[in-house]
């Protein structure tokens, strides 16, 4: 349960991350005087840094194991997104959401992987396509606030939309301390020590891991 809802919360700061550049982007446009190639590029930028890190974090997941980029996403969620603040510049913005674009990248390798591997078989449908799910209220909620904030703001009030996404982000590093490495990654690397006290500590001694197959790797 709680590798379901810190996963999913992953995927809701994904939403909001994404969501939030479509009202800011209006606001700041005029003030930067954006041509209409900035305005695609900065529009886009998350989606192309996207791209880029998915041809790597799915390979280093695999290779490092899940937790350290589990918990490594978030926290540059927060680094990424306040310095949105002191932008002054079309390239400085590009930068950032380009570098939060990888990072979104990073969580979509790592926290499916991780919870398919740490919840039971008959509940992964279910949960796994709540994934999808939460991606969309993220994305909903980022709207709501920028509209309210429009109502409470000034001309700056663009600064305040985009760096609110460290918001969400904070939190659910606060949550996902603690949280377990994969058993199965474990095993398949052939670390059974560390793969067996993960099942003890958050799945009872009474789970076994017996049927987990080791997996080869070359």
């Known amino acids: 349960f709680r590798s379901a809802l810190y996963t999913t919360g992953g995927k809701f700061c994904d939403g909001y991350i994404l969501g939030v550049i479509g009202i800011a982007l209006t606001l700041l446009g005029p003030q930067m005087e954006l041509s209409s190639l900035w305005y695609g590029l900065i ?25 350290p980029i589990y918990l490594t996403t978030i926290a540059l969620f927060i680094v990424f997104s306040i310095p949105q603040f002191y932008v002054t510049s079309p390239e400085q913005l590009f930068i950032l959401r380009l570098l939060i674009g990888i990072t979104i990248s990073a969580e979509y390798a790592t926290g499916g992987p991780l919870l398919s591997e740490l919840i039971p078989k008959k509940n992964r449908g279910t949960i796994l396509a709540c994934l999808n799910a939460m991606w969309t209220v993220g994305f909903v909620f980022s709207v709501i606030v920028s509209y309210t904030m429009l109502h409470f703001g000034g001309e700056e009030v663009w600064r ?33 020590e560390e793969a067996k006290s993960v099942v003890d500590k958050f799945f009872g001694k009474d789970v076994r891991i017996d049927n987990l197959q080791l997996e080869k790797h070359k």
């Open 160 to 192: 305040w939309m985009l760096v609110s996404s460290a918001v969400p982000a904070s939190l659910l590093l606060l949550l996902r301390l603690g949280s377990p490495e994969s058993p199965r990654w474990l095993m398949s690397k052939g670390r059974v």
């Open 43 to 67: 529009g886009s930028s998350a989606l192309i840094g996207l791209f880029l890190g998915s041809f790597f974090f799915g390979w280093l997941t695999d290779k490092i194991g899940r937790k």
